[in-house]
């Protein structure tokens, strides 16, 4: 099947091309070239507008858990339109959004039980910001209303997510943006000698070195001034950054010593993309806030949502307070019937039983990579995976700016995407590719993309 009949190809291209704006890209290559065009998926594949088969290594975008082409997913959509199609959640409820919001809380670790629904992982990130700031006005610290996030670290775009972004080339172009977010060193172990100028540190001391540094920051801004430290479980820019061992237990020590909110943004980790519900959960710690979003629903249709513990809430129940945000679409009827159905799923296929059973597989399929030249790290956590590219595998020496453009932009994202794998080669940071397949991928995947990254890897390190 190439393309659904009565689409005239040729018009789609068009559209494409003349009409449409598309995020975080580039558009020289599009002005006299076809904007790449995906009209259909199922299982880990997708399809394009001509027929050809790619293996979706990065779940759309970290968000297509379940596969593609889940009819029980298709069917709650449509049944639930058909029931209630709209209503928003100011003063009044539907019953899909409080189910979930119930069903989200009896998964969730500690007392994280109070959901607030957003259409988005960065409407989410933008509302615990916003929480945090009341809650602390409230209770009588107006003060603490900064932001502690990681260097190299991805919150969202808007204006105030995009603050707490530790990405500088995303934001310069919409500075001045929201004061008050502070950045520290983020894990990636593999780069400890340079970021603490201390050579040779196990993960244990460059964790609790990592860690220390947050305490240094909430000491040099005032305690009394900061209100919350975002962190991912694992980092995302950057490629794919795990928490090195005693890291978060520190970390969750000094948010409490300091009375400093503990967000984790699990708008990657969350639902099974290690191997857990949550991420937190995969490596032990309690945070105060979670915001989630793309896998609640396995992108079948949007949602997101900040959880926080029942303590946060405990202000608002007084008569005449009220946290005054909220969004049309959040926690949208459709949405909610489409996440309690995916949940579902994932109990069902044991999803993340058979994310955690494959981890091992998949890590030690992507490091039969170490062998090439160009590969000198590979690192993440269930089916979250990056690998750094290198000029240098003993020097751990990277590439310039200039070759990172030619061999990232110029050839390693086309050659890829032409060998039949979708995945993101990125530079947010030091030269990675990043891989997140669907949850229900096997060996059999994973075999198949250790071969196309070869391939290309190879073809790559001969170009330089």
Not at 382 to 411: N, Y
Request: charged share 25%; net charge negative; hydrophobic share 40%.
């Amino acid at each position: 099947m190439t393309h659904p009949e009565n689409t005239d190809v040729a018009s789609v291209m068009k559209a494409a091309q003349e009409n449409l704006w598309l995020h975080f890209t580039r558009h020289g290559p599009y002005v006299d070239g076809d904007v790449p065009m995906i009209t259909r998926g199922e299982g880990a594949y997708v399809y394009d507008v001509n027929g050809k088969r790619y293996l979706d290594g990065l779940a759309g975008l970290f968000v297509v858990q379940a596969g593609h082409g889940r009819s029980e997913l298709a069917e709650a959509a449509a049944k639930q339109a058909q029931e209630l199609a709209f209503f928003p959640l100011w003063s009044y409820a539907h019953p899909k959004a409080a189910e979930l919001a119930q069903r989200l809380a009896a998964e969730t670790p500690g007392d994280l039980d109070r959901v607030f629904f957003t259409t988005g992982g960065g409407e989410a990130v933008e509302t615990a910001w916003k929480l945090a700031k009341q809650y602390f006005k409230i209770t009588g610290r107006p003060l603490k209303h900064k932001v502690i996030s990681r260097q190299i670290a991805y919150h969202g775009t808007t204006q105030g997510a995009l603050s707490i972004t530790g990405v500088p080339a995303f934001k310069q172009m919409f500075e001045p943006l929201v004061p008050g977010s502070v950045r520290v060193p983020n894990t990636n172990h593999y780069r400890a000698d340079e970021i603490t100028g201390v050579p040779g540190m196990t993960p244990e001391e460059y964790g609790r070195w990592a860690a220390d540094r947050v305490a240094r920051a909430i000491e040099m801004e005032g305690p009394e001034t900061v209100a919350a430290v975002f962190v991912e479980p694992v980092q995302n820019a950057g490629g794919c950054f795990p928490p090195p061992p005693g890291y978060f237990r520190r970390l969750r020590e000094i948010c409490d010593a300091y009375d400093v909110l503990l967000v984790s943004d699990e708008v990657i980790c969350a639902f099974g993309r290690l191997g857990t519900m949550f991420g937190g959960q995969k490596f032990d710690y309690v945070p105060d806030i979670i915001t989630c979003a793309k896998g609640m629903t396995s992108g079948y249709s949007p949602i997101g949502a900040m959880i926080a513990s029942e303590r946060l809430f405990e202000p608002f129940k007084n008569p005449t307070e009220m946290f005054a945000h909220g969004y049309t679409f959040g926690g949208h009827p459709v949405s909610a019937a489409v996440a309690l159905a995916n949940l579902d799923l994932f109990e069902r296929e044991d999803l993340l039983g058979h994310v955690t059973r494959n981890e091992p597989v998949f890590r030690a399929t992507l490091e039969r990579l170490l062998d090439l030249p160009i590969v000198g790290d590979v690192r993440g956590s269930g089916f979250f995976w990056g690998i750094e590219l290198v000029k240098d595998k003993a020097t751990k020496e990277t590439f310039s700016p200039d070759e990172s453009e030619r061999m990232l932009r110029g050839f390693l994202s086309q050659a890829l995407f032409d060998a039949g794998l979708y995945c993101r080669a990125d530079d947010r940071g030091d030269p990675v590719i990043q891989l997140a397949p669907p949850l229900i991928c096997g060996p059999k995947e994973f075999d198949e993309i250790e071969s196309i990254l070869r391939s290309v890897l190879t073809e790559a390190w001969n170009r330089l």
